[in-house]
């Protein structure tokens, strides 16, 4: 419909049906509420249902606060721009509002329990002062010394009543790598035994010590402006999880198509990486030269060889964000700046550019590392050649590109790329 100059609106929430239908008012096609990426039918209806909506606190009082609506759901709604029409904001800032006030449980409060948490917001924004950092290696001296591994042994004093925990006080054995910090940083006066040079120490007066190393922490953790931050950086990182990239993007995730953005590749320069627009190409490959091929015949019960020619074709590049792809037909749809194409891969290509990489961890546990090339909204380059209205994967060994396919992670704004020519290898 784009290709043929008609209008795609976006689906808004007070306009648009189940599915597509046309505007002849205002010569458009209003996009299907149904074709929305993760919405679901159930929704869909629940939407149409309700409807209309005055603005964007009637929709959360109604549709998010009862929860008729989902925190995925709703964030591919504002993806899709579908209230554009009852909100005061862009899409980008009715996204930062929505996670910081539905998505992002903010804390009124800081202290020791989101110590994990804070080191993970701090390895991504670096907040922390730099004159704290000691007082963090004493809570993480704290849990590594304090762990089961280095337990030693109970202690029960006689004569006094025994706590529910069955002890009085618990001792840890230090090994070489606590050693060397205990000595720099401790007194000897949680030490009960030395064994083997290294030492025994008292749980409850080895915690009652380290407090006063942590108290810088614990102190710093009480600021407002503290928890401001904490709060802030908590958004920021829902933001980059769910909702990060461009409104082009955004549209592509949501809706399949750049409905009213333009391509995310429109600012790569094509020539630059030999991008050709496939409906300018001939419909039928050009050969340029030849080339032989020793090739087995099977005559009766027996099989001979042959060398035959064979006709070179010309190597040619397109680009485009993956639609779709037909793990049967090994074909891939991709919606170049001109138009979509169908790539056909063979099925080595096919398989190798589409799986997904992970690893196991010590523990068991399967852990992605690289997904498919062939995830829809990928923005992908394939070399090879036109042949009607199929673009076929290929490449020769002496062609220009030595890998059919490259995935397109960044345009910079100089129009060159980031990119990736080859699939993670973890054997590395």
């Not at 603005?55 to 008729?68: A, P, V």
Request: aromatic fraction near 12%; charged fraction near 30%; charge should be neutral.
């Amino acid at each position: 419909m784009q290709k043929r100059n008609i209008p795609i609106a976006l689906p808004y929430i007070n306009q648009a049906n189940f599915g597509f239908y046309p505007d002849e008012e205002n010569n458009r096609i209003i996009y299907a509420l149904k074709a929305i990426n993760g919405i679901g039918d159930d929704v869909v209806r629940i939407l149409l249902e309700n409807r209309p909506y005055r603005d964007m606190q009637d929709f959360y009082e109604r549709m998010i606060k009862t929860k008729l609506v989902k925190n995925s759901q709703m964030m591919q709604l504002i993806k899709a721009g579908v209230f554009d029409e009852i909100s005061n904001t862009d899409r980008i800032e009715l996204m930062k509002e929505y996670i910081s006030e539905f998505l992002v449980s903010k804390c009124n409060a800081l202290g020791m329990q989101q110590f994990n948490k804070l080191l993970v917001l701090n390895e991504k924004y670096n907040f922390i002062p730099e004159k704290l950092q000691l007082a963090i290696r004493h809570v993480n001296f704290k849990k590594y010394v304090l762990d089961d591994y280095f337990f030693y042994k109970n202690v029960i004093i006689d004569g006094k009543k025994v706590p529910k925990a069955g002890y009085h006080d618990r001792l840890f054995k230090l090994d070489e790598t606590s050693m060397r910090f205990f000595i720099q940083y401790y007194s000897e006066d949680s030490v009960e035994a030395v064994i083997d040079e290294f030492y025994v120490i008292s749980e409850k007066r080895f915690i009652k010590e380290n407090k006063t190393h942590i108290a810088p922490l614990k102190e710093w953790l009480t600021l407002e402006t503290t928890l401001e931050q904490y709060n802030y950086y908590l958004v920021q990182e829902a933001l980059e999880e769910n909702a990060s990239g461009t409104l082009s993007k955004w549209e592509m995730d949501s809706l399949s198509i750049y409905a009213t953005t333009e391509h995310e590749l429109k600012n790569m320069k094509d020539n630059m990486y030999g991008i050709e627009d496939f409906y300018e190409m001939p419909e039928e490959p050009e050969i340029y030269d030849t080339y032989t091929k020793r090739i087995k015949i099977k005559e009766g019960d027996t099989w001979r060889t042959e060398v035959k020619k064979f006709p070179k074709y010309r190597i040619k590049r397109i680009s485009g964000t993956v639609l779709d792809k037909n793990k049967d037909k090994h074909l891939v749809t991709l919606l170049t700046k001109t138009g979509v194409v169908m790539v056909k891969f063979s099925k080595g290509q096919f398989v190798h550019y589409d799986q997904q990489i992970s690893s196991i961890d010590e523990n068991g546990n399967k852990k992605v590392l690289e997904k498919s090339w062939f995830k829809r909204g990928n923005k992908i380059a394939v070399c090879g050649y036109r042949q009607n209205d199929i673009f076929r994967a290929y490449k020769y060994a002496d062609s220009a590109y030595k890998h059919s396919c490259m995935l397109i992670k960044k345009v910079n704004d100089d129009g060159s790329i980031l990119a990736s020519v080859e699939r993670l290898n973890i054997n590395e």
